[in-house]
Nanobody, 127 residues
């Protein structure tokens, strides 16, 4: 079992930065694939970014086109935490942001591929 707890959301103006954190507990964290999704009101949950373990003990990073170049996903295995650094925020980034995890090296953009979820943290970007 894996427990995930997100934090760091808030109400900000367009153009500023926020860093979200996802603290994990339970099963081995370092080899899990970790992902961020978001869900805006009235919309489906969408993939934002993923970080997966690779064969050479490094990590691979993946991003949705809408956030590429602005958001950065990272992880600190010593703290069992994954981060999402969000720069140059736009009003269309407004959503509840969820952390998700799954075993293995693969990443998926479909929410139903992830077994473990946090409760979400609200990010609101005003224009």
């Amino acid at each position: 079992q894996v427990q995930l707890v997100e934090s760091g959301g808030g109400l900000v103006q367009a153009g500023v930065s926020l860093r979200l954190s996802c603290a994990a507990s339970g099963r081995t964290f370092s080899s899990a694939s970790m992902c961020w999704f978001r869900q805006a009101p009235g919309k489906e949950r969408e993939f934002v970014a993923a970080i997966t373990w690779s064969a050479d003990s490094d990590y691979n990073l993946y991003y949705a086109d809408s956030v590429k170049g602005r958001f950065t996903i990272s992880r600190d295995n010593a703290k069992n935490t994954v981060y999402l650094q969000m720069n140059s925020l736009k009003p269309e980034d407004t959503a509840v942001y969820f952390c998700a995890a799954r075993g293995g090296r693969a990443y998926y953009t479909r929410p139903n591929e992830y077994a473990y979820w946090g409760q979400g943290t609200q990010v609101t970007v005003s224009s």
